[in-house]
């Protein structure tokens, strides 16, 4: 059992960062793979990154791929996503994922789901 808040988001302009956190409730955690997702308005939920058990293994969609960077630290109970050279249409609303078990999960069947944290990018 896992309790997931998101926490980071904001408004920010084109080409700035963001880190977004999230904190994990449960005694298990070190045995979830962490996964974040993003839905902007209109859309499907989308993956985004994810990582193992370990953190010795991530997956990045293709659009974010050498902007953004999925971290986990099992002793604080936290994943994060830095988000570096942001564009508009990473605008979304994103959400902390995890999945019991070692291996990455990148499709919106998850064990549990955080509240989501609003990310707005300006042109």
């Known amino acids: 059992q896992v309790q997931l808040v998101e926490s980071g988001g904001g408004l920010v302009q084109a080409g700035g960062s963001l880190r977004l956190s999230c904190a994990a409730s449960?005694?298990?955690?070190?045995?979830?793979?962490m996964a974040w997702f993003r839905q902007a308005p209109g859309k499907e939920r989308e993956f985004v990154a994810a990582?193992?058990?370990?953190?010795?293994?991530?997956r990045y969609t293709d659009s974010v791929k050498g902007r953004f960077t999925i971290s986990r630290d099992n002793a604080k109970k936290t994943v994060h996503l830095q988000m570096n050279s942001l564009k508009p249409e990473d605008t979304a609303v994103y959400y902390c994922a995890a999945t019991a078990g070692p291996g990455i999960v990148v499709v919106t069947t998850q064990d549990y789901w955080g509240q989501g944290t609003q990310v707005t990018v300006s042109s």
């Open positions: 449960g005694r298990t955690f070190s045995n979830y793979a």
């Open positions: 990582i193992s058990w370990s953190g010795g293994s991530t």
